[in-house]
Structures are given as structure tokens and as C-alpha cells.
């Protein structure tokens, strides 16, 4: 039997995560092979009918990459003019290119990190 919830929390759950979908480049069939649920559960994700079990969340988040507590926010985060840039240019990649990429930005900017973790800081 499903549950159906019609609150503002599952109303702003479902808008949220058909943007970061969106953002993600993803279709709902997409989305719903990547967390391994029916097509019709994103959709009903999406709409608020249902919610999802808070494994699943953690899952959309992981796929989509964004956390749990942005799915669950009032407002969605503003696009940097970077993410923007990244976003068009990644668009008409394939998904498995999109993640290809994504992980080399995530090294780089690890490294990046590391390389200004270890520069002493000037007085």
C-alpha cells in the first residue's frame, strides 16, 4: 500500500529533487536505473505522493551530487557562474563522461587542497 503525503515538506522534497535531476542531466528513467527503483516511484517522488526511505535520500544525493539536507531545502542553492559554465559544458556529454569528469574535478580540487593545506601562510 502507498502512502500518500501531500505536506509542504514532501511538496518541497519532490520540487527539489526534480531540479538537482535536472541539474544532474538525468530523466527520471535515468535517475530511477542510478538508485534502483521503478520509474514511477521518481515520479511519485517528485510530485510529493510519496517520500522516499531516508537510504533512498541518502542515494539521491549521492547520485545527484548534493546532500540530503539540500533535497530537504527551502530553497534551492544559487548556481555559481562556474557551476554554470561546468554545467553547459558537460551537458551533452554521456552520463558515464559526465561522472568521468566530475571525478576529475573532485581530484583536482582534493589536490588543490592539500597543496594549500601544506603552503605556509604569510605574516
Given at each position: 500500500?502507498?502512502?500518500?503525503?501531500?505536506?509542504?515538506l514532501a511538496?518541497?522534497?519532490?520540487?527539489?529533487?526534480a531540479a538537482f535531476r535536472s541539474r544532474a542531466a538525468l530523466k527520471q528513467?535515468?535517475?530511477a536505473e542510478l538508485i534502483e527503483v521503478e520509474i514511477s516511484t521518481v515520479s511519485r517522488y517528485e510530485?510529493?505522493?510519496t517520500l522516499p526511505s531516508l537510504v533512498t535520500l541518502e542515494n539521491l544525493a549521492k547520485v545527484m551530487?548534493?546532500?540530503?539536507?539540500?533535497?530537504?531545502?527551502?530553497?534551492l542553492p544559487a548556481k555559481s557562474p562556474e557551476g554554470i559554465c561546468?554545467?553547459?559544458?558537460i551537458a551533452p556529454l554521456t552520463l558515464?563522461?559526465?561522472k568521468m569528469v566530475m571525478?576529475?574535478?573532485?581530484?583536482?580540487?582534493?589536490?588543490?587542497?592539500?597543496?594549500?593545506?601544506r603552503i605556509p601562510r604569510k605574516r
Open positions: 500500500m502507498v502512502k500518500k503525503f501531500h505536506s509542504d511538496l518541497r522534497l519532490g520540487r527539489n529533487i528513467e535515468g535517475l510530485t510529493g505522493t551530487h548534493c546532500t540530503a539536507s539540500d533535497l530537504l531545502a527551502e530553497k561546468i554545467e553547459a559544458m558515464q563522461d559526465r571525478e576529475t574535478i573532485k581530484t583536482l580540487v582534493g589536490c588543490l587542497h592539500q597543496r594549500k593545506a
